[in-house]
């Protein structure tokens, strides 16, 4: 029965073209997840107008996410697939939330910090620093036990936690404390071209990223100039960062662990295996980039799912607000 298995609840902001680090560190885990868990994957617009987007390409790009998710192998029958604005239970959820929030503790969040410098203190929406906040409805709304997200979303899980603790103590148990499910191999891609950075899909430099929608030969380009060292062993060590995320993305993809992709390599120089990173991607991604294009083509298709996961997702988090609002002392409607 659905209703006893244990609740996944991720989500991936339409803000920029996927990367492999959205796929690897999330997306490729989901799938594994589908058969166990009652699942919630959400396309969170929401979250992406915390910096300025442009209406067209938001609009091209949430389709193009959820088309992502289904190519990936999300089955819209076994999990709930949705768009986040289409559920208004979210932003509802977040504006309580708020105010069971300090201010401190969401200015210390490092990707606000990173963010605000990025963009520059004046054009700093309030929305950027409330953002896990919103994260945090996302999540508590459905009761989520796990959540599963590549390294980088450690600090908003937590912030997430200790909301839910501070009003499940201030009322009663009211949500469920949820836990990171952060994979093994591939939970932080790293940047291409500098390599003690997190790849991501909102770097300015195109080299430094492999897009889930690359074709072959950019891919095989991209990682042919990916920064390595002079050092000329395949080995997995952080004195030679850029070898090392290229044996992780290897070992995320091919499930073959550092030890082995290693022993592959020994005695051979880097073009090899480079070479042979770029194929293992291009294949994995490949049958991919096919089934989103197809899936962009039928656009009712895509509007029967986002349409009847909405309806869902509505009808689950409905009810949990509508007790946070009890709890809170709001008078009921009816
Ligand atoms: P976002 O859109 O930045 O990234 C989506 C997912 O991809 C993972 N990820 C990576 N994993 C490994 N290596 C990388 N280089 C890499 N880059 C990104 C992220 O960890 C994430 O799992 N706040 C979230 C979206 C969100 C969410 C939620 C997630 C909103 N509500 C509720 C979980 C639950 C975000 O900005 O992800």
Known sequence: MENNKKIIFSGIQPSGDLTIGNYLGALKNWVKLQDQYDCYYCVVDLHAITVRQEPKDLRKRTLEVLAIYLAAGLDPEKNTIFIQSHVSTHSEAAWLLNCYTY???LSRM?????????????????????????????????????????????????ITRDIAQRFNNLYSPTFTIPEGYIPEAG????????????????????????LIMD???????????????????????????GI?????????????????IEKKYEGQGYAQFKSDVADIIINELEPIQKKVNEFLSDKTYLESVYKKGAEKAYYISN????????????????
């Open 244 to 260: 090392k995320n290229l044996i992780t993305i290897v070992s995320s993809i091919t499930a073959m662990n550092p030890e082995e």
């Open 319 to 334: 009810k949990v607000l509508r007790k946070m609002q009890k709890k809170i002392g709001f008078i009921p409607k009816q």
């Open 110 to 158: 490092t990707q606000f910090k990173d963010k605000s410098k990025r963009y520059g203190e004046a054009t700093v929406s309030v929305g950027l620093l409330d953002y896990p906040v919103l994260m945090a409805a996302d999540i508590l709304l459905y009761n989520a036990d796990l959540v599963p997200v590549g390294k980088d979303q450690t600090q908003h899980l937590e």
């Open 187 to 210: 939970a932080k891609i790293m940047d291409l071209q500098e390599p003690t950075k997190k790849m991501s899909k909102s770097s300015d430099n195109p080299n430094s990223y492999i």
């Open 215 to 241: 074709s072959p030969d950019v891919i095989r380009k991209k990682i042919s100039r990916a920064v390595t060292d002079t050092l000329g062993i395949v080995k997995y060590t952080d004195e030679q960062p």
């Open 103 to 105: 201010t401190g503790e």
